[in-house]
């Protein structure tokens, strides 16, 4: 039986759970949930996710949500070394930096999206710029450290590919298309991580679905 993914593909939370299902070949089934006519604070979706949030996720009885959790058990499902849990000094690495990315990365990152993408695009609102400043100033002290960290290692924890990695790939996928891609050419080492995680097959599958529409006029 295929494990449900409720959410539309466009979701980075979604798509960061499709990422590791696509890691491990795992059996899945997308079930788009339509936010824009308000789908999930319906009963049904509430009973999934009781937050009324994207994603939800059903693998026989169990359900969960949180897409960082959600990945987490598609890895170890699929028996992956995305989390490096045979070795405890580097699974420990591996979760510090999955922590930098949904407190620091993400929040910024978030709030990006929302003005330049999310509010012209779906809401027909207008990009509130002094937001968006204040959240760039907060991603490139953000990436300084990334920009140290990489010259030193490879990818985040270390000299290995990690969910730390790959749970960055859909909200970078946003930022790429963004007027703010250009705060990327003062970190080298960040560059060159972006390209060699965003080339993986997985994350070249999940970002082809996350297809942005044209803002409304």
Not at 6 to 15: C, D, E, I, K, R
Not at 65 to 94: C, D, P, T, W
Request: proline fraction near 6%; hydrophobic fraction near 40%; charged fraction near 25%.
């Amino acid at each position: 039986m295929p494990m449900k993914v409720y959410g539309p593909a466009l979701s980075t939370n979604v798509a960061r759970i499709l990422v590791c299902m696509e890691e491990v070949g795992a059996e899945y089934e997308l079930l788009p949930i339509d936010m824009t006519a308000g789908e999930h604070k319906s009963p049904a979706h509430i009973a999934r996710n009781p937050f009324g949030q994207v994603p939800a996720f059903k693998d026989g009885d169990l359900t969960l949500f949180e897409s960082r959790a959600i990945s987490k058990y598609v890895l170890r499902k699929g028996g992956s070394e995305l989390l490096r849990e045979s070795n405890l000094s580097q699974s420990a690495m591996v979760d510090v930096w999955i922590e930098v990315e949904a407190q620091i990365f993400d929040t910024a990152m978030s709030a990006i999206t929302f003005e330049c993408l999310t509010k012209p695009t779906f809401m027909g609102g207008t990009t509130n710029y002094k937001i968006v400043e204040e959240n760039v100033v907060k991603l490139t002290k953000a990436l300084e450290i990334y920009e140290m960290r990489l010259s030193h290692y490879k990818y985040l924890a270390g000299d290995f590919i990690s969910l730390a990695d790959l749970s960055h790939t859909p909200m970078l996928r946003y930022l790429l298309v963004t007027p703010y891609a250009s705060v990327l050419d003062a970190y080298s080492h960040v560059k060159a991580w972006i390209t060699d995680i965003m080339e993986r097959p997985s994350v070249k599958k999940v970002t082809k679905l996350m297809k942005i529409p044209s803002p409304k006029r």
